[in-house]
């Protein structure tokens, strides 16, 4: 496993942006897939973003979110623009090994930060 640790969350108005960041330690970052999720009051966890080699997106946050990653700094990113009051939720970093396609549900995923707060006001 790898351990994850988020910062960059906080309240912002719609239309305004945010960046997230997930510090990684343990295993080789450059071998792992990494990838956000979402989660807010009552609903499933649901898949962000993700990245290997290149960046991979929901539908919900296509054209309005960018992952990347600093493989020298053991960090992933997450920029959100154009932020909408839907997108309010407890956004977790999530790491994995697994070789096929770029996983999209959590189960495939053995690695979780503890997750930050993002609140889009109205």
């Known amino acids: 496993q790898v351990q994850l640790v988020e910062s960059g969350g906080g309240l912002v108005q719609a239309g305004g942006s945010l960046r997230l960041s997930c510090a990684a330690s343990g295993r080789p970052f450059g071998s792992s897939a990494m990838a956000w999720f979402r989660q807010a009051p009552g609903k499933e966890r649901e898949f962000v973003a993700a990245i290997k080699w290149s960046g991979y997106y929901a539908d919900s946050v296509k054209g309005r979110f960018t992952i990347s990653r600093d493989n020298a700094k053991n960090t992933v990113y997450l920029q959100m623009n154009s932020l909408k009051p839907e997108d309010t939720a407890v956004y977790y970093c999530?790491?994995?090994?697994?070789?096929?396609?770029?996983?999209?549900?959590?189960?495939?995923?053995?690695?979780w930060g503890q997750g930050t707060q993002v609140t889009v006001s109205s």
């Open positions: 999530a790491a994995t090994t697994w070789s096929g396609a770029i996983p999209t549900i959590p189960d495939r995923y053995d690695s």
